[in-house]
């Protein structure tokens, strides 16, 4: 069975600290995203990546960074977090291979709140 | 720009058929997905279609594209309870390298 994991299911910061989002796959997946899901806008891709130490924006880059040092983690960086960054974030990886079938495999998502 | 639009919210009756409708923009797309969410959970595989098939059926879902019209639609048969979710649709895209493009997802409420 795929698994994505996701480090917490609730987070709650205060504006302006830092952030980390962390998520680990257990398949071996060379592509890993990070959306961000918010009522009436769906999934926005905020970043992903389709190696080791590479990465590519996505739609909503602003305000965010990721780090990908090892395969199966993808982390989320908040490097100084507002309240317009209150949303449900979620993880997922797919196989690479440039395959146009591409299945990708989610974790449960984190509800993070900026007060 | 790339856009995937879906009507916010479906609500059917337990036994009913429920159809939910997308439209899509980018003509490049080879695949398009159906993905499920259940409350509190993340989203799963529920289908997915090729470009240039017009239908699919697989058991109580059926997925009909018009590429002409770009538009993708789910049918579920004899909707249960435990059908009520967000359902988004998605677009495969080839433009760079491969991603995917949601559509703001249909919140699906079944009535008992």
């Known amino acids: 069975d795929v698994k994505v994991t996701q480090s917490s299911r609730y987070l709650v910061k205060r504006t302006g600290e830092k952030v980390f989002l962390e998520c680990v796959q257990d398949?071996?997946?060379?592509?890993m995203f990070w959306y961000r899901q918010d009522p009436g806008l769906g999934l926005r891709l905020i970043y992903f990546?389709?190696?080791?130490?590479?990465?590519e924006k996505g739609d909503i880059p602003e305000g965010y960074s990721v780090s990908r040092e090892k395969k199966e983690r993808f982390s989320l960086i908040l490097e100084s977090a507002s309240t317009n960054q209150t949303s449900m974030y979620l993880c997922?990886?797919?196989f690479g291979g440039g395959m146009p079938y591409n299945e990708q495999f989610f974790g449960p998502g984190t509800r993070l709140t900026v007060l | 720009g790339e856009d995937v639009e879906q009507s916010l919210f479906l609500s059917v009756r337990e036994g009913d058929s429920s159809v939910i409708n997308c439209t899509y923009t980018?003509?490049?797309?080879?695949?398009l997905y159906w993905y499920k969410q259940e409350p509190g959970a993340g989203l799963q595989l529920l289908t997915y279609?090729?470009?240039?098939?017009d239908m699919k059926q697989d058991q109580r879902l059926t997925v009909l594209l018009n590429k002409k019209d770009k538009h993708l639609s789910l049918r579920i048969a004899d909707t249960q309870t435990g059908d009520s979710a967000i359902y988004f649709c998605?677009?495969?895209?080839?433009?760079?390298?491969?991603?995917?493009?949601f559509g703001t997802g249909t919140r699906l409420k079944v009535l008992a």
């Open positions: 997922a990886s797919s």
């Open positions: 398949m071996d997946h060379e592509n």
């Open positions: 990546s389709y190696d080791v130490k590479m990465k």
């Open positions: 980018d003509s490049s797309s080879t695949y």
């Open positions: 279609i090729f470009s240039n098939m």
């Open positions: 998605a677009e495969g895209t080839t433009s760079g390298t491969y991603k995917y493009i």
